[in-house]
């Protein structure tokens, strides 16, 4: 199938700024913390669909409420990194597919989904959203938007804002102020955060060479992920651990064994997690911006390997309990004294985690719940993630509380990991 993109248009907001609105917005530490990279999702809805101008005319208002996206990152007079608010606007484009929406249902990874978001790789734009008309009349909306702006729950949240604008539905401002994800000053971390320590660089610089990279998306049924929770499970432990930290062990543990990792190597596992319910106070529901710190589990292969199943799980837990206020707040400052991104993921599909891995999820956020007022979608999600050792968790679209894990990993070892992953 070929897409066909009309020209882009920019988008700025239809009203004017407030008198009172600030220049630039600074960045908080807890945006400061997440990777200077566009994150991409696309959302599929079956005919009849909204019109392209209703989502135009739409999109302009909203981004009166929401105008960090119409603006450009840059510095302020101190090197800070802030958002211009300069209403720059957006990109919108408009496209066309030679083929039906249920000719790329379920919309597994591949590089032709690329088509369906804008590029967006090294632009200034901190949004670009293309609409894809299907022949069947179903169309997607590709996002692309810059995570230093907004976590998954503010994008969401813009989302759902600019659908109900569309309805013709009010909706409430979010809060803009990031004053209170600010680290202390001077920074002061109290903790030491090996999630955030860079492994020293290798003697030898030359760049190894890789086999081709995989993305694949695997489908973990229900009944699959009670029997990882189960086997995860200690005995005399009613409750057990949760279904994410089941998952992510589970994962851990195949894709070192797929790897062909083993011995006292050192594995580890980064986790995103979301600060607003852990920060004291709590960070309000209708905050846009990013609320997100690292939870880092370490072990040798040999252990990991060799241990239960629920030897992976209590250190996953222990990682995430430990992400409290304290703890969170100590990352900022240790950010701010990093001077510089400290998961920075490079723009190079040549990225290499091996033999760590990183584990997104996205399971909770509402994504199926946008609504331009033609029904939810059919689908969505990220369309391909060409980076080895990212991962990212999303409900599927089947609907029924089961998940899909989007992973790349070197074409051996993703043969590997589909062969044991499903085995429990």
Known sequence: MK????????????????????AFIPLSSSDLVVPRVHVEIIYAFKAPAPPVADLEEGLAKVLSDYREWAGRLGKDENGRAVIDLNDEGVVFIEAEIDG?????????????????VPVNRGVPELLL??????????????????HQVADGEG???FMNAWAS?????????????????????PPQPKFEHPEYKRPPPKADATQPEYPPLSVKKLHFSIDL?????????????????????SLTSHLWKCITRARGIDGEVQTRVLIAANGRKRLVPPIPDDYFGNVISHASSHSTAKDLLEKPASYATDLIQASIKRLDNEYIRSQMDCVELQQKNPVQIARSGKTVLSPNLSVTSWVQLP????????????????????????????????????????IGLFEPDMAKLQDICFDV
């Open 367 to 406: 994504i199926y719940e946008l609504d331009f007022g033609y029904g939810t979608p059919v689908f969505a999600g990220g369309p391909y993630v060409p980076f080895e050792g990212i991962s990212i968790m999303l409900p599927s679209y089947t609907r029924d509380g089961s998940i899909d894990v989007i």
């Open 165 to 185: 604008i569309v309805k013709k539905t009010p909706i409430v401002p979010p809060k803009h102020d990031r004053s209170f994800l600010m680290a202390n000053d």
């Open 3 to 22: 897409v066909t993109r009309g020209e882009a248009r920019i988008i700025k907001p239809s009203a004017p700024a407030a008198a009172s609105l600030p």
């Open 129 to 146: 959203i293309q609409v894809t008309k299907f022949t069947c009349g179903g169309i997607t909306v590709g996002v692309a938007r810059q």
């Open 155 to 157: 994008a969401s949240a």
């Open 225 to 245: 992920l009670k029997k990882i929770k189960q086997s995860a499970t200690t005995e005399g432990d009613a409750r057990g651990p949760s279904t994410f930290v």
């Open 100 to 116: 039906e929406l249920e000719s790329v249902m379920p919309f597994n990874p591949s590089p032709l989904l690329l088509d369906l």
